[in-house]
């Protein structure tokens, strides 16, 4: 039996800002599926694959265990910021 708590968008949203430096996080999902949007400084400089290795990375075995599908936007605050003025 797993000592985890259940897999919810909260769960998940605390284990990405334990695992990242977040400047925002955003987590929608209905227990199967989920969407994050997770703005971070960690992504400057990085491809969209090593971004989201780093995303792998924070969620750790959640992700093979837990998680079975996650959509994600990963983005510096830099993209973040330019795309709240569209």
């Given at each position: 039996m797993?000592?985890?708590?259940p897999v919810n968008p909260d769960s998940i949203r605390a284990s990405l800002v334990a695992g990242l430096p977040c400047?925002?996080?955003e987590v929608r999902g209905d227990g199967h599926h989920?969407?994050?949007l997770i703005?971070?400084?960690?992504?400057?400089?990085q491809s969209r694959v090593r971004r989201h290795q780093l995303v792998y990375a924070a969620l750790?075995?959640?992700m093979r265990d837990?998680?079975?599908a996650l959509s994600m936007r990963t983005l510096t605050p830099d993209e973040?910021?330019?795309g709240?003025?569209?």
């Open positions: 797993h000592d985890t708590p400047d925002a996080v989920f969407e994050a703005v971070s400084r960690a992504f400057e400089g750790g075995d959640r837990e998680i079975h973040w910021r330019a709240q003025g569209q």
